[in-house]
């Protein structure tokens, strides 16, 4: 159903974003996980309503939904920042220095090593383990673009990219 002036608003979207992933998964049984993961993906993150639709539309409880995400670490609650910075901490990134960038980086922003989402929203940083490219350890991803062989300057200058691109969007 369309919005108040015939537009579809983004909760539209979602919606029917998230009912074409249920729809995919209809007919496999025990295909909570899949969904989950394609929910994420479109969404960002999974909300209580997100989770409680799930539920209702896969026959499980809201309990049992929740279970699943909290057992797995790739499945986030909280909303994320408009930029998703995955730093790779698999064993080339490792060997090849991913400690040193992931503290450039968290640094830059101003968030502890940690990780997490700057307050005003814009970037959220996170530990992944290998993400296929070894070959250009050490890397991140930022918005799944990959951005390899690393050192902690190229690493901030990789960000500042980011940040500016923002910037000049605001400046146009
Ligand atoms: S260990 Fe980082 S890409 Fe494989």
Redesign the pocket.
């Known amino acids: 159903m369309a919005g108040k002036a015939g537009k579809v608003t983004d909760e539209e979207k979602q919606r029917i974003a998230l009912d074409r992933v249920l729809k995919k998964y209809s007919k496999q049984k025990g295909a909570l996980i899949p969904v989950l993961q394609e929910a994420q993906e479109g969404l960002g993150y999974l909300s209580e309503e997100t989770l409680g639709y799930i539920a209702r539309n896969t026959g499980r409880t809201l309990a049992q939904v929740y279970g699943v995400v909290t057992f797995y670490t790739q499945f986030r609650l909280e909303p994320i920042g408009r930029h998703l910075v995955r730093i790779?901490?698999?064993?080339?990134?490792?060997v090849?220095g991913?400690e040193d960038i992931d503290a450039a980086v968290c640094g830059h922003l101003d968030l502890d090593q940690e990780g997490g989402t700057t307050p005003d929203m814009e970037f959220t940083v996170e530990k992944v383990?290998?993400?296929?490219?070894?070959s250009?350890?050490?890397?991140i991803l930022v918005d799944n673009v990959a951005h390899g062989r690393l050192d902690s300057e190229k690493a901030r200058k990789v960000i500042r990219e980011y940040q500016k691109r923002k910037q000049g969007a605001r400046g146009s």
């Open positions: 790779c901490h698999g064993t080339a990134c490792h090849g991913a383990v290998c993400v296929g490219a070894c250009l350890a050490p890397i």
